[in-house]
């Protein structure tokens, strides 16, 4: 049974700095392409960040220069690093899995094949 499961969401001040965590298990491996989704408040889903089986990465426009996904393959977890946080970075992130970054970075849950049970991120001005 695949298993994504997130850490690190915290509430932070804008400017500061979170590392966002995922544990991939079961038969989530380097073939998937793996990432970050999140959803504001009321809002829709959106892609944040992707990272493919090669390594290469995309993002959202929005985060662009602001965080950094990586992957560590030997432990098979993701990671987020987002700095120069702002209010509008509040959400509920969550790890996906998907054996396309097509469907990741577009973010729209109902067609990703795995995701987490989400971790808050809240930023405050």
């Known amino acids: 049974q695949a298993q994504l499961v997130e850490s690190g969401g915290d509430s932070v001040q804008a400017g500061g700095s979170l590392r966002l965590s995922c544990d991939a298990s079961?038969?989530?491996?380097?073939?998937?392409?793996m990432g970050w989704v999140r959803q504001p408040p009321g809002e829709e889903s959106e892609g944040v960040a992707s990272?493919?089986?090669?390594?290469?990465?995309t993002y959202a426009d929005s985060v662009k220069g602001r965080f950094t996904i990586s992957k560590d393959n030997a432990r098979n977890t993701l990671h987020l690093q987002m700095s120069s946080l702002k209010p509008e970075d509040t959400a509920m992130y969550y790890c996906?899995?998907?054996?396309?970054?097509?469907?990741?970075?577009?973010?729209?849950?109902?067609?990703?094949?795995?995701w987490g049970q989400g971790t808050q991120v809240t930023v405050s001005s």
């Open positions: 996906v899995a998907d054996m396309t970054c097509d469907s990741v970075i577009a973010g729209n849950m109902g067609t990703i094949g795995y």
């Open positions: 079961g038969y989530i491996d380097g073939e998937y392409c």
């Open positions: 990272i493919d089986r090669e390594g290469s990465t």
